[in-house]
């Protein structure tokens, strides 16, 4: 495995291994809570996703602190307002995560602590998620003056009036309520059988014909925006390039010869 810091002081930690890549949120002292530096590390690992072909699904994880992440850094917040009288957003090249969310691989959350605010953010922003029993999740903005614009993507993942408990009370709640909910793929007891649980769907999809992959989340996530029918219209002209690829011909002609595809991705 190579491994690699995305900043000077491993803020974000960043591997590949037989294309799967794995970000680890690395700031146990501050509850994994996201700085200035923190936020860049992730903008770059999204970008170096993009850019290497071989890597078929990522993996998001944090340092094991009992918290997954606590949102933004409100001591460095505080600190920036102050030496230079600017909100930090204005130092985020990216404040709402919209890079993560246009990621072509899939992403996989293993969440290994509560996650709060910014941590509900990247959450929402992967596409399985697998959670610690026993923690809890909460959108606390409202407690700090702050906002969530971020969060009306819930909207098509829970139901209404539970957005609207954690937008407006800013209450934590328990993570077995998303699971129940379906937000949440699994619960398990054990920080590290989160991360083995991600793993295994990690496989999973990996070792499926990339282009299918992709073009299955594309699809997914533009119906959840255009709505149904423009959906389906839409997800023919996504999967076009995989219907017309040699992997969909190497699928069939494997089952046939009773063997594992070898997958090109073209």
């Given at each position: 495995?190579?491994?690699?810091?995305?900043?000077?002081?491993?803020?974000?930690?960043?591997?590949?291994?037989?294309?799967?890549?794995?970000?680890?949120?690395?700031?146990?002292k501050q509850r994994n809570a996201l700085s200035i530096a923190a936020m860049e590390g992730l903008y770059e690992s999204w970008e170096r996703i993009d850019a290497d072909p071989?890597?078929?699904?990522?993996?998001?994880?944090?340092?094991?602190?009992?918290?997954?992440?606590?949102?933004?850094?409100?001591?460095?917040?505080?600190?920036?307002?102050?030496?230079?009288?600017?909100?930090?957003?204005?130092?985020?090249?990216?404040?709402?995560?919209?890079?993560?969310?246009?990621?072509?691989?899939?992403?996989?959350?293993?969440?290994?602590?509560?996650?709060?605010?910014?941590?509900?953010?990247?959450?929402?922003?992967?596409?399985?998620?697998?959670?610690?029993?026993?923690?809890?999740?909460?959108?606390?903005?409202?407690?700090?003056?702050?906002?969530?614009?971020?969060?009306?993507?819930?909207?098509?993942?829970?139901?209404?009036?539970?957005?609207?408990?954690?937008?407006?009370?800013?209450?934590?709640?328990?993570?077995?309520?998303?699971?129940?909910?379906?937000?949440?793929?699994?619960?398990?007891?054990?920080?590290?059988?989160?991360?083995?649980?991600?793993?295994?769907?990690?496989?999973?999809?990996?070792?499926?014909?990339?282009?299918?992959?992709?073009?299955?989340?594309?699809?997914?996530?533009?119906?959840?925006?255009?709505?149904?029918?423009?959906?389906?219209?839409?997800?023919?002209?996504?999967?076009?390039?995989?219907?017309?690829?040699?992997?969909?011909?190497?699928?069939?002609?494997?089952?046939?010869?009773?063997?594992?595809?070898?997958?090109?991705?073209?």
């Open positions: 495995m190579t491994e690699s810091a995305l900043s000077e002081e491993s803020l974000i930690l960043f591997s590949v291994e037989d294309g799967i890549a794995t970000i680890t949120l690395n700031r146990p071989n890597i078929r699904v990522a993996i998001l994880t944090s340092s094991d602190c009992g918290t997954f992440c606590a949102g933004m850094d409100l001591k460095e917040t505080s600190r920036v307002k102050q030496e230079t009288g600017k909100d930090i957003l204005t130092f985020f090249k990216d404040p709402f995560h919209f890079r993560m969310r246009r990621v072509k691989v899939p992403i996989i959350a293993a969440m290994t602590g509560h996650l709060i605010a910014g941590g509900m953010l990247l959450s929402l922003n992967c596409d399985l998620r697998v959670g610690l029993a026993g923690t809890n999740i909460g959108i606390t903005e409202s407690k700090m003056g702050r906002g969530s614009p971020w969060g009306m993507p819930l909207l098509w993942m829970l139901p209404q009036p539970v957005v609207m408990e954690l937008v407006l009370t800013a209450n934590l709640m328990q993570i077995e309520r998303f699971l129940q909910l379906g937000f949440i793929n699994y619960l398990e007891a054990t920080p590290e059988g989160v991360r083995e649980r991600a793993m295994q769907l990690a496989k999973s999809i990996r070792d499926n014909a990339p282009l299918s992959v992709r073009a299955g989340k594309r699809s997914l996530l533009t119906a959840m925006s255009v709505g149904c029918d423009t959906g389906l219209e839409m997800a023919w002209h996504i999967y076009r390039s995989a219907y017309e690829s040699e992997d969909a011909q190497e699928g069939a002609r494997a089952f046939a010869e009773k063997r594992p595809p070898v997958w090109k991705g073209m």
